[in-house]
């Protein structure tokens, strides 16, 4: 029983971590530290479109290992013997499967894809952490280039 206990507090305190993934880089309005101290151009636009979209980090395999230990522990109470090996095998295959889509759901970040015609009337399209504040029309500034580039409403 103290097996079963300490796991579930295992996975659980695993869950909570991945939940605390930073997504702040993800918003224009916030710089890294390699960004920081270093020249980068300004333009400046307006938005054409913003359409709702997610950004899905990358997966850390924390969710489906969490999963496929619970399942597996907690499937190995049901029956006994050979039966209870394999509900423990198919205990952790479930678990590993319901903790994978968890870890997705909680790193999936709220994001608009931005299609932005500059000043000089070239276009292009960026993705960013959702802010209310750009809409179509809205004017932006456009700092940095290529895939080093924040965008900020003005």
């Known amino acids: 029983m103290k097996l079963k206990t300490y796991s579930i507090t295992a996975v659980i305190l695993s869950l909570s971590v991945l939940g605390?993934?930073?997504?702040?880089?993800l918003s224009g309005d916030v710089y890294t530290a390699e960004q920081a101290k270093t020249v980068r151009s300004v333009a400046f636009g307006t938005i054409v479109s913003a359409n709702p979209v997610k950004i899905q980090n990358k997966e850390t395999g924390l969710g489906g290992l969490s999963g496929g230990a619970i399942g597996g522990i907690a499937a190995s109470g049901i029956g006994g013997g050979r039966g209870s090996a394999i509900a423990s095998v198919v205990g952790g295959v479930v678990g590993l499967v319901v903790g994978n889509k968890i870890e997705q759901a909680i790193d999936a970040t709220s994001a608009l894809e931005l299609t932005i015609r500059r000043d000089n009337g070239e276009e292009f399209v960026v993705v960013q952490k959702y802010d209310n504040r750009f809409?179509?029309?809205?004017?932006?500034?456009i700092v940095g280039s290529g895939n080093n580039v924040n965008v900020t409403p003005m």
Do not use: D, K, Y
Not at 20 to 25: G, I, L, P, S, V
Not at 135 to 141: I, W
């Open 20 to 25: 605390c993934a930073n997504t702040n880089t």
């Open 135 to 141: 809409t179509p029309g809205a004017r932006v500034r």
